[in-house]
Protein backbone atom coordinates (compact mmCIF):
# COMPACT_ATOMS: atom_id res chain seq x y z
CA UNK A 1 0.00 0.00 0.00
CA UNK A 2 1.40 3.25 -0.97
CA UNK A 3 1.84 6.83 1.03
CA UNK A 4 -1.64 8.34 -0.44
CA UNK A 5 -3.66 5.18 0.12
CA UNK A 6 -2.54 4.84 3.56
CA UNK A 7 -4.01 8.12 4.17
CA UNK A 8 -6.69 7.64 2.81
CA UNK A 9 -7.74 4.58 4.04
CA UNK A 10 -6.40 6.28 7.80
CA UNK A 11 -9.02 9.01 7.42
CA UNK A 12 -11.42 6.59 6.62
CA UNK A 13 -10.70 4.58 9.53
CA UNK A 14 -11.09 8.46 11.49
CA UNK A 15 -14.17 8.96 10.43
CA UNK A 16 -15.42 5.84 11.31
CA UNK A 17 -14.45 5.93 14.89
CA UNK A 18 -15.48 9.65 14.76
CA UNK A 19 -18.73 8.61 13.74
CA UNK A 20 -19.26 5.70 16.25
CA UNK A 21 -18.28 8.92 18.81
CA UNK A 22 -21.03 11.46 17.53
CA UNK A 23 -23.53 8.73 16.97
CA UNK A 24 -22.99 6.08 19.50
CA UNK A 25 -22.19 8.97 22.50
CA UNK A 26 -25.32 7.50 24.26
CA UNK A 27 -23.50 4.05 24.51
CA UNK A 28 -21.22 2.52 26.53
CA UNK A 29 -18.38 0.55 27.66
CA UNK A 30 -18.85 -2.63 25.72
CA UNK A 31 -21.52 -1.90 23.19
CA UNK A 32 -19.95 1.01 21.97
CA UNK A 33 -16.75 -0.69 21.51
CA UNK A 34 -18.71 -3.50 19.49
CA UNK A 35 -19.78 -0.99 17.25
CA UNK A 36 -16.27 0.38 16.54
CA UNK A 37 -15.83 -2.89 15.76
CA UNK A 38 -18.45 -3.67 13.13
CA UNK A 39 -17.41 0.12 11.76
CA UNK A 40 -13.87 -1.28 10.66
CA UNK A 41 -15.04 -4.54 9.45
CA UNK A 42 -17.73 -2.85 6.53
CA UNK A 43 -15.06 -0.28 5.55
CA UNK A 44 -12.32 -3.84 5.57
CA UNK A 45 -15.02 -4.68 2.91
CA UNK A 46 -14.71 -1.70 0.60
CA UNK A 47 -13.57 -2.92 -2.56
CA UNK A 48 -9.58 -1.87 -2.98
CA UNK A 49 -10.17 0.71 -6.00
CA UNK A 50 -12.33 2.43 -3.45
CA UNK A 51 -9.30 3.07 -1.67
CA UNK A 52 -7.30 4.29 -4.47
CA UNK A 53 -6.67 7.54 -6.01
CA UNK A 54 -5.36 8.89 -9.24
CA UNK A 55 -1.91 10.59 -9.45
CA UNK A 56 -1.07 13.83 -10.45
CA UNK A 57 -2.38 17.28 -10.03
CA UNK A 58 -6.19 17.01 -11.91
CA UNK A 59 -6.94 13.56 -9.68
CA UNK A 60 -10.79 13.53 -9.59
CA UNK A 61 -12.59 14.39 -6.43
CA UNK A 62 -14.01 11.59 -4.25
CA UNK A 63 -17.48 11.26 -4.69
CA UNK A 64 -17.07 7.45 -3.37
CA UNK A 65 -15.13 8.20 -0.14
CA UNK A 66 -17.72 11.17 0.11
CA UNK A 67 -20.83 8.56 -0.39
CA UNK A 68 -19.01 6.14 2.31
CA UNK A 69 -18.32 8.99 4.74
CA UNK A 70 -22.36 9.91 4.93
CA UNK A 71 -23.06 6.19 4.70
CA UNK A 72 -21.18 5.81 7.95
CA UNK A 73 -22.87 9.26 9.63
CA UNK A 74 -26.31 8.38 8.70
CA UNK A 75 -26.91 4.72 9.38
CA UNK A 76 -29.25 3.12 11.85
CA UNK A 77 -26.98 1.83 14.08
CA UNK A 78 -28.76 -1.54 15.00
CA UNK A 79 -30.12 -1.87 11.52
CA UNK A 80 -26.64 -1.43 9.81
CA UNK A 81 -28.30 0.74 6.68
CA UNK A 82 -29.39 4.16 6.30
CA UNK A 83 -33.32 3.29 7.32
CA UNK A 84 -34.98 5.67 4.46
CA UNK A 85 -38.08 5.04 5.18
CA UNK A 86 -38.35 6.99 7.84
CA UNK A 87 -38.05 10.25 5.68
CA UNK A 88 -41.30 10.56 5.17
CA UNK A 89 -42.04 10.75 8.99
CA UNK A 90 -39.77 13.07 9.27
CA UNK A 91 -40.93 15.20 6.15
CA UNK A 92 -44.56 14.81 7.57
CA UNK A 93 -42.96 16.05 10.92
CA UNK A 94 -41.57 18.92 9.34
CA UNK A 95 -44.20 19.87 7.45
CA UNK A 96 -46.90 20.58 10.70
CA UNK A 97 -43.44 22.61 12.81
CA UNK A 98 -44.05 24.77 9.01
CA UNK A 99 -47.73 25.34 9.60
CA UNK A 100 -47.16 26.44 13.53
CA UNK A 101 -46.41 29.91 14.47
CA UNK A 102 -43.74 30.74 15.50
CA UNK A 103 -42.49 31.69 18.97
CA UNK A 104 -42.48 35.33 19.95
CA UNK A 105 -39.33 37.06 18.76
CA UNK A 106 -38.09 34.59 17.04
CA UNK A 107 -35.99 35.47 13.53
CA UNK A 108 -37.92 34.75 10.87
CA UNK A 109 -35.08 32.63 8.41
CA UNK A 110 -34.28 33.55 4.46
CA UNK A 111 -32.12 31.93 2.06
CA UNK A 112 -30.13 33.60 -0.78
CA UNK A 113 -28.61 31.01 -3.32
CA UNK A 114 -24.71 30.98 -3.40
CA UNK A 115 -25.10 30.17 -7.81
CA UNK A 116 -23.11 27.15 -9.23
CA UNK A 117 -21.84 26.49 -12.53
CA UNK A 118 -21.61 22.69 -12.01
CA UNK A 119 -24.63 21.02 -12.57
CA UNK A 120 -25.66 17.36 -11.11
CA UNK A 121 -26.71 14.00 -12.68
CA UNK A 122 -29.81 15.23 -14.86
CA UNK A 123 -32.48 12.38 -16.20
CA UNK A 124 -35.14 14.22 -16.68
CA UNK A 125 -35.94 17.08 -18.98
CA UNK A 126 -39.33 18.71 -20.40
CA UNK A 127 -39.67 21.63 -22.61
CA UNK A 128 -42.48 23.69 -20.82
CA UNK A 129 -45.63 23.18 -22.97
CA UNK A 130 -47.39 26.56 -21.43
CA UNK A 131 -44.31 28.68 -22.53
CA UNK A 132 -45.52 29.74 -26.22
CA UNK A 133 -42.21 30.71 -27.13
CA UNK A 134 -40.74 27.26 -26.30
CA UNK A 135 -37.58 28.63 -23.93
CA UNK A 136 -39.06 27.38 -20.45
CA UNK A 137 -37.38 24.31 -19.48
CA UNK A 138 -38.28 21.23 -16.50
CA UNK A 139 -35.36 19.46 -15.56
CA UNK A 140 -35.14 16.98 -12.57
CA UNK A 141 -31.84 15.67 -10.37
CA UNK A 142 -31.49 12.24 -9.21
CA UNK A 143 -30.77 13.51 -5.97
CA UNK A 144 -31.56 17.60 -6.55
CA UNK A 145 -35.13 17.74 -6.86
CA UNK A 146 -36.95 19.82 -9.93
CA UNK A 147 -35.76 22.81 -11.35
CA UNK A 148 -36.76 25.57 -14.02
CA UNK A 149 -35.00 27.96 -16.46
CA UNK A 150 -37.52 30.38 -18.07
CA UNK A 151 -34.90 31.37 -21.30
CA UNK A 152 -32.87 28.13 -22.29
CA UNK A 153 -31.60 29.99 -24.74
CA UNK A 154 -30.08 32.52 -22.67
CA UNK A 155 -26.91 31.36 -21.23
CA UNK A 156 -27.01 34.08 -18.27
CA UNK A 157 -30.72 32.65 -17.44
CA UNK A 158 -30.39 31.02 -13.90
CA UNK A 159 -31.83 27.21 -13.34
CA UNK A 160 -34.13 27.74 -10.29
CA UNK A 161 -35.22 25.06 -7.59
CA UNK A 162 -38.91 24.73 -7.64
CA UNK A 163 -39.23 23.67 -3.69
CA UNK A 164 -36.12 21.94 -1.81
CA UNK A 165 -38.53 20.51 0.72
CA UNK A 166 -40.25 18.10 -2.05
CA UNK A 167 -40.95 14.74 -0.59
CA UNK A 168 -38.79 13.43 -2.03
CA UNK A 169 -35.83 15.24 -4.06
CA UNK A 170 -34.65 12.05 -6.26
CA UNK A 171 -36.27 13.02 -9.80
CA UNK A 172 -36.21 10.38 -12.95
CA UNK A 173 -38.75 11.44 -14.98
CA UNK A 174 -41.01 14.74 -16.13
CA UNK A 175 -44.18 14.39 -18.30
CA UNK A 176 -47.20 16.55 -18.94
CA UNK A 177 -50.55 15.55 -19.59
CA UNK A 178 -51.52 16.01 -23.01
CA UNK A 179 -55.02 16.57 -22.56
CA UNK A 180 -54.33 19.08 -19.57
CA UNK A 181 -51.04 20.73 -20.04
CA UNK A 182 -50.94 22.64 -16.85
CA UNK A 183 -50.68 18.78 -14.98
CA UNK A 184 -47.11 17.82 -14.54
CA UNK A 185 -46.18 14.18 -13.34
CA UNK A 186 -42.47 13.86 -12.21
CA UNK A 187 -41.55 10.16 -11.07
CA UNK A 188 -38.75 9.61 -7.95
CA UNK A 189 -36.12 7.37 -7.60
CA UNK A 190 -33.03 6.08 -9.52
CA UNK A 191 -33.28 2.74 -10.22
CA UNK A 192 -29.65 2.89 -12.54
CA UNK A 193 -26.99 2.85 -9.63
CA UNK A 194 -29.35 0.35 -7.70
CA UNK A 195 -28.28 -2.91 -9.49
CA UNK A 196 -24.28 -3.22 -8.13
CA UNK A 197 -22.85 -4.41 -4.97
CA UNK A 198 -21.48 -1.14 -3.97
CA UNK A 199 -22.25 1.83 -5.29
CA UNK A 200 -26.27 1.66 -4.55
CA UNK A 201 -28.33 4.22 -5.27
CA UNK A 202 -28.48 7.27 -3.55
CA UNK A 203 -31.76 8.14 -4.39
CA UNK A 204 -34.21 6.03 -3.15
CA UNK A 205 -37.97 7.58 -4.38
CA UNK A 206 -40.87 7.92 -3.08
CA UNK A 207 -43.59 7.26 -5.93
CA UNK A 208 -44.90 9.94 -8.40
CA UNK A 209 -45.13 14.05 -7.59
CA UNK A 210 -47.92 15.73 -9.37
CA UNK A 211 -48.86 19.23 -10.30
CA UNK A 212 -52.07 20.79 -11.46
CA UNK A 213 -50.85 24.39 -12.21
CA UNK A 214 -48.29 24.14 -14.44
CA UNK A 215 -45.23 23.34 -12.54
CA UNK A 216 -45.29 25.78 -9.15
CA UNK A 217 -46.30 23.05 -6.97
CA UNK A 218 -46.23 19.54 -6.37
CA UNK A 219 -48.01 16.80 -4.02
CA UNK A 220 -46.95 13.27 -3.86
CA UNK A 221 -50.04 11.17 -5.38
CA UNK A 222 -50.84 8.52 -1.82
CA UNK A 223 -51.29 5.24 -4.04
CA UNK A 224 -47.73 5.60 -5.01
CA UNK A 225 -45.98 6.28 -2.06
CA UNK A 226 -44.56 3.12 -1.66
CA UNK A 227 -43.26 3.13 -5.65
CA UNK A 228 -39.44 2.69 -4.54
CA UNK A 229 -38.55 3.34 -8.15
CA UNK A 230 -40.72 5.02 -10.79
CA UNK A 231 -38.05 4.98 -13.92
CA UNK A 232 -40.38 6.17 -16.34
CA UNK A 233 -43.82 8.05 -17.05
CA UNK A 234 -45.79 8.32 -20.33
CA UNK A 235 -49.67 9.82 -20.35
CA UNK A 236 -51.82 8.31 -23.24
CA UNK A 237 -54.66 9.76 -25.14
CA UNK A 238 -57.38 7.40 -24.95
CA UNK A 239 -61.08 8.28 -26.05
CA UNK A 240 -60.40 11.86 -24.96
CA UNK A 241 -59.23 10.21 -21.27
CA UNK A 242 -55.59 10.51 -19.84
CA UNK A 243 -54.03 7.28 -19.10
CA UNK A 244 -50.90 7.03 -17.17
CA UNK A 245 -48.45 4.49 -17.83
CA UNK A 246 -46.02 4.29 -14.68
CA UNK A 247 -42.72 1.75 -14.77
CA UNK A 248 -41.69 0.71 -11.79
CA UNK A 249 -38.80 -1.32 -10.17
CA UNK A 250 -36.95 -2.39 -6.91
CA UNK A 251 -33.69 -2.07 -5.80
CA UNK A 252 -30.56 -1.92 -3.46
CA UNK A 253 -29.67 1.00 -1.42
CA UNK A 254 -26.83 0.03 0.91
CA UNK A 255 -26.98 -3.77 0.95
CA UNK A 256 -30.48 -4.14 1.36
CA UNK A 257 -33.14 -4.67 -1.07
CA UNK A 258 -36.26 -1.85 -1.67
CA UNK A 259 -39.12 -3.64 -3.10
CA UNK A 260 -41.79 -0.95 -4.55
CA UNK A 261 -44.81 -2.48 -3.39
CA UNK A 262 -47.13 -3.93 -4.75
CA UNK A 263 -44.43 -5.04 -6.59
CA UNK A 264 -42.48 -4.41 -10.14
CA UNK A 265 -43.97 -3.91 -13.55
CA UNK A 266 -45.63 -1.11 -15.49
CA UNK A 267 -48.63 0.44 -14.19
CA UNK A 268 -51.96 1.57 -15.55
CA UNK A 269 -54.00 4.21 -14.22
CA UNK A 270 -56.95 5.49 -15.67
CA UNK A 271 -58.42 8.04 -12.85
CA UNK A 272 -55.19 10.60 -12.47
CA UNK A 273 -52.98 8.47 -10.29
CA UNK A 274 -55.93 7.08 -8.09
CA UNK A 275 -55.72 3.52 -8.58
CA UNK A 276 -53.24 1.37 -10.38
CA UNK A 277 -53.45 -1.65 -12.36
CA UNK A 278 -50.23 -3.67 -12.99
CA UNK A 279 -50.24 -4.99 -17.01
CA UNK A 280 -47.33 -6.65 -17.67
CA UNK A 281 -46.48 -9.97 -18.15
CA UNK A 282 -44.61 -11.89 -15.27
CA UNK A 283 -40.59 -12.94 -15.87
CA UNK A 284 -40.71 -16.67 -17.17
CA UNK A 285 -41.00 -19.24 -14.54
CA UNK A 286 -41.91 -16.69 -11.65
CA UNK A 287 -44.90 -14.73 -10.28
CA UNK A 288 -43.11 -11.06 -10.45
CA UNK A 289 -43.45 -8.46 -13.51
CA UNK A 290 -40.90 -7.64 -15.00
CA UNK A 291 -38.95 -3.98 -14.06
CA UNK A 292 -39.52 -1.60 -16.08
CA UNK A 293 -36.64 0.86 -17.54
CA UNK A 294 -38.19 2.58 -20.48
CA UNK A 295 -41.54 3.52 -21.82
CA UNK A 296 -42.02 5.21 -25.08
CA UNK A 297 -45.46 6.02 -27.17
CA UNK A 298 -45.23 5.64 -31.24
CA UNK A 299 -47.08 8.43 -33.18
CA UNK A 300 -49.64 5.22 -34.60
CA UNK A 301 -50.37 5.70 -30.41
CA UNK A 302 -48.98 2.07 -29.87
CA UNK A 303 -46.99 1.74 -26.38
CA UNK A 304 -43.18 0.22 -26.30
CA UNK A 305 -41.80 -0.95 -22.87
CA UNK A 306 -38.21 -1.66 -22.35
CA UNK A 307 -37.07 -3.98 -19.06
CA UNK A 308 -34.74 -3.79 -16.86
CA UNK A 309 -32.72 -6.21 -14.50
CA UNK A 310 -33.96 -6.77 -11.09
CA UNK A 311 -31.58 -7.18 -8.17
CA UNK A 312 -31.48 -10.40 -8.89
CA UNK A 313 -29.89 -9.78 -12.01
CA UNK A 314 -32.98 -11.35 -14.06
CA UNK A 315 -35.38 -10.00 -16.59
CA UNK A 316 -33.20 -7.37 -18.68
CA UNK A 317 -33.04 -6.77 -22.51
CA UNK A 318 -36.57 -7.54 -22.94
CA UNK A 319 -38.71 -5.39 -24.92
CA UNK A 320 -43.12 -5.50 -25.18
CA UNK A 321 -45.34 -3.72 -27.57
CA UNK A 322 -49.16 -3.27 -26.92
CA UNK A 323 -52.11 -1.03 -29.32
CA UNK A 324 -54.60 -2.00 -25.93
CA UNK A 325 -52.01 -0.98 -23.12
CA UNK A 326 -53.93 -3.70 -20.80
CA UNK A 327 -53.43 -6.74 -18.93
CA UNK A 328 -52.64 -9.77 -21.67
CA UNK A 329 -52.25 -7.48 -24.60
CA UNK A 330 -48.24 -7.32 -25.15
CA UNK A 331 -45.85 -9.13 -27.43
CA UNK A 332 -43.21 -9.87 -26.12
CA UNK A 333 -39.46 -9.83 -28.10
CA UNK A 334 -36.74 -11.32 -26.43
CA UNK A 335 -34.74 -11.72 -29.43
CA UNK A 336 -31.56 -9.72 -28.24
CA UNK A 337 -31.98 -11.30 -24.80
CA UNK A 338 -31.14 -14.57 -25.84
CA UNK A 339 -28.37 -13.52 -27.98
CA UNK A 340 -27.20 -11.46 -24.79
CA UNK A 341 -27.66 -14.83 -22.47
CA UNK A 342 -25.84 -17.05 -25.36
CA UNK A 343 -22.08 -14.82 -25.28
CA UNK A 344 -19.11 -16.33 -23.30
CA UNK A 345 -18.70 -13.03 -21.08
CA UNK A 346 -21.27 -10.24 -20.01
CA UNK A 347 -23.66 -12.22 -20.70
CA UNK A 348 -26.52 -10.78 -18.23
CA UNK A 349 -28.99 -8.98 -19.90
CA UNK A 350 -29.42 -5.06 -19.11
CA UNK A 351 -31.83 -2.10 -19.50
CA UNK A 352 -33.04 -0.84 -22.48
CA UNK A 353 -33.52 2.50 -23.69
CA UNK A 354 -35.71 3.07 -26.40
CA UNK A 355 -36.75 6.14 -29.37
CA UNK A 356 -39.55 5.08 -31.67
CA UNK A 357 -38.54 6.73 -35.07
CA UNK A 358 -40.68 10.12 -35.66
CA UNK A 359 -41.36 9.58 -39.48
CA UNK A 360 -42.36 6.37 -39.45
CA UNK A 361 -44.50 4.20 -36.96
CA UNK A 362 -42.90 0.87 -37.70
CA UNK A 363 -39.80 1.28 -37.00
CA UNK A 364 -37.99 2.34 -32.82
CA UNK A 365 -34.60 2.51 -32.23
CA UNK A 366 -33.22 0.39 -29.06
CA UNK A 367 -30.36 0.22 -26.94
CA UNK A 368 -29.55 -2.71 -24.74
CA UNK A 369 -26.55 -2.82 -21.85
CA UNK A 370 -25.34 -5.78 -20.51
CA UNK A 371 -23.52 -6.37 -16.97
Known amino acids: MNRKQSVITLSLLVFAAASATLIFNVFSGDSRKEYERELLAMQSQIPENINQEAEGENRPDRPDLAAIQNFF ?33 MPMLFWETAGSNMGGRTRAIMFDPNDASRNKVWAGAVTGGIWYNNDISNDQ ?12 LSISCIVYDPNDPMTFYAGTGEAET ?19 D ?56 VDGGNSWTQVIPDMPGTDEPYAISDIK ?12 GTPELEGGATIFYSDQGTAGSWTVFEDVKNLIEGQANHNIPGRVILVPSPSEDNIVYALFSVE
Do not use: C
Open 73 to 105: SIMDPELKTVPVERLRTAWDKTRELEKAPLKQD
Open 157 to 168: SDWMPVNDFLSN
Open 297 to 308: IQGDGRIYVGSM
Open 194 to 212: ARVIYRESSGVGMGILKST
Open 214 to 269: GGASWDLIPSTESFQYVTDIQIRDEDGNSVIYAGVASGIYKGVTHNSTPSNGLFRS
